[in-house]
Every structure is written in C-alpha cells, then in structure tokens.
T-cell receptor
Framework: AQRVTQPEKLLSVFKGAPVELKCNYS??????LFWYVQYSRQRLQLLLR??SRESIKGFTADLNKGETSFHLKKPFAQEEDSAMYYC????????????FGKGTMLLVSP | DAGVTQSPTHLIKTRGQQVTLRCSPK?????VSWYQQALGQGPQFIFQ???????QRGNFPDRFSGHQFPNYSSELNVNALLLGDSALYLC???????????FGSGTQLSVL
C-alpha cells in the first residue's frame, strides 16, 4: 500500500533562514504529489502540486523519483509561513483521493 | 461562495450511539470525499461519492457509511460508535477527476 512519511513533527527556524520540509513516499507506480497547508484557524488548503512545477508564496518542491521524495523548500522563511504542512499522494488519476503524511508544524520565529 | 460547509462543528456522543455528519460542497463541485483526522495524524481517506454513489473507499469498517444527494451534498454516518472514532471529520469537495480538493472546517466528534 502507498505511504507518505514526514519525519519531522516540528521544524523551528528563524525568519530569513532557509526551510526544507521533508516528504518521502512509497509507491511503485507514477504518483502525483501535493503539499497542503493549514494556517492557524484556517482550513486545509492546497499549496503546491508537483505536476504544475510552480512556486507558491516562495515555496517550491521537486519530485525526485529516484529518492522517492518531494521535499518542500523556501530560501527565506517568513513569520507568516508558520503553519501545519501536509504532504499528500494521489495514485489514481481520475480520482481525487489522497494519502496524507502526518504533517510537519513549521514555526518561524522573528 | 461559502466554500465547503460542514455541520455540526462539534458533537459529543457516547459509545454505541450513531452519528450523522453533513457536508455541502463548494458551488459547482460534484464530488465529495470524507476524511478522518485523529489527533496528531494526517487526514485519512474514508470514502468518496460521485453521482450519488460510493466511488472509492478507504480502509474503514462498514460502520462507516455515507450518502450523496442530488444536490451533491453528502452525509457521513457512523454506527456503534467506539472511543477510537473520536476525531476531526473533514469533508472535501472537487470536480470529478480534478486533483485539487477544497476542505471544510470539519466536525469534531468526541465519543465518551
């Protein structure tokens, strides 16, 4: 069965420091990977999808099939980036069902 | 557009009881998925409804059932509640086949 692993429960950095939130997946086929984010008192929302190769709010993520990873990166963290980040995997194109990791709390201090 | 709305926001039940949670999808969406999020965990897929039928199902027992109505709204029913059913239940809507999910704020279920 497919699995998503986010090894860090909490990542604490100072404003302006680089950020890397780790995500590894296990799936033998061709997955689609996503990052969802939940800011304080807000709903879970889509941040990035690997297929579009976009940069959102300064965040980027590259799918590395060799390492089965989809790490989320930002060169300079901002306080407003503090949130819960979930990596998610979709294996059935045509179905929007996702397998989520346990999430990483990013805390950016001034 | 209010987005995905869920009711109630909080619910307290006792073991053995039954519960019904409700979800209205974002305007224009036709697919509704339900997720369970236990404390400290990521959301776990329960099932998905499209055209009033269960389209996919996660690894949940038959005590968990659902329904989708012609207006695309949906209900999640849980029978014979267990303490372990205590969790945040999230509803997400989308257009069929599209990858982007829009989540509701969830219903926090506590089973005593």
């Amino acid at each position: 069965a497919q699995r998503v692993t986010q090894p860090e429960k909490l990542l604490s950095v100072f404003k302006g420091a680089p950020v890397e939130l780790k995500c590894n997946y296990s799936y033998s086929g061709s997955p689609e990977l996503f990052w969802y984010v939940q800011y304080s008192r807000q709903r879970l929302q889509l941040l990035l999808r690997h297929i579009s190769r976009e940069s959102i709010k300064g965040f980027t993520a590259d799918l590395n099939k060799g390492e089965t990873s989809f790490h989320l990166k930002k060169p300079f963290a901002q306080e407003e980036d503090s949130a819960m980040y979930y990596c998610a995997l979709r294996i059935n194109s045509g179905y929007s069902t996702l397998t989520f990791g346990k999430g990483t709390m990013l805390l950016v201090s001034p | 557009d209010a987005g995905v709305t869920q009711s109630p926001t909080h619910l307290i039940k006792t073991r053995g009881q039954q519960v019904t949670l409700r979800c209205s999808p974002k305007s224009g969406h036709d697919t509704v998925s339900w997720y369970q999020q236990a404390l400290g965990q990521g959301p776990q897929f329960i099932f998905q409804y499209y055209e009033e039928e269960e389209r996919q199902r996660g690894n949940f027992p038959d005590r968990f059932s659902g329904h989708q109505f012609p207006n695309y709204s949906s209900e999640l029913n849980v029978n014979a509640l267990l303490l372990g059913d205590s969790a945040l239940y999230l509803c997400a809507s989308s257009l069929v086949g599209e990858e982007k999910l829009f989540f509701g704020s969830g219903t926090q279920l506590s089973v005593l």
